[in-house]
Nanobody, 126 residues
Framework: QVQLVESGGGSVSPGGSLRLSCAAS????????IGWFRQAPGKEREKVSG????????YYADSVKGRFTISTDSAQGTVLLQMNDLKVEDTATYSC???????????????????WGQGTQVAVSS
């Protein structure tokens, strides 16, 4: 049973930082992609960032490039999303999901993701 559990959300002031963690378990493949998504109230879900466990390639949405960094901790079976210089518009529920193929992360925008976590709230306000 594939299971994804997010943690690390919270409330910060603009310019602050948070680190989200996605703990994945039950994935029998060696190669897959973990993606981070976010959805703000009244808005469509947005693809934020992704990482391939096959080649280590990464993807970032233009809105977070230079501020967010995705990384993997294979020993812990987690994917981290370091979010720096947070803006009010980053406020959303952040969720991670898995794509079960060896596709490179640059293809993330066109891929389907199954097995979602429950999400974690990020609130940025002054």
């Amino acid at each position: 049973q594939v299971q994804l559990v997010e943690s690390g959300g919270g409330s910060v002031s603009p310019g602050g930082s948070l680190r989200l963690s996605c703990a994945a378990s039950g994935i029998s493949l060696d190669c897959y992609m973990i993606g981070w998504f976010r959805q703000a109230p009244g808005k469509e879900r947005e693809k934020v960032s992704g990482v391939s466990t096959c080649d280590g390639s990464t993807y970032y949405a233009d809105s977070v490039k230079g501020r967010f960094t995705i990384s993997t901790d294979s020993a812990q079976g987690t994917v981290l999303l370091q979010m720096n210089d947070l803006k009010v518009e980053d406020t959303a529920t952040y969720s991670c999901a898995v794509h079960l193929s060896a596709a490179p992360a640059r293809l993330m925008p066109g891929l389907d993701f199954g097995f979602w976590g429950q999400g974690t709230q990020v609130a940025v306000s002054s």
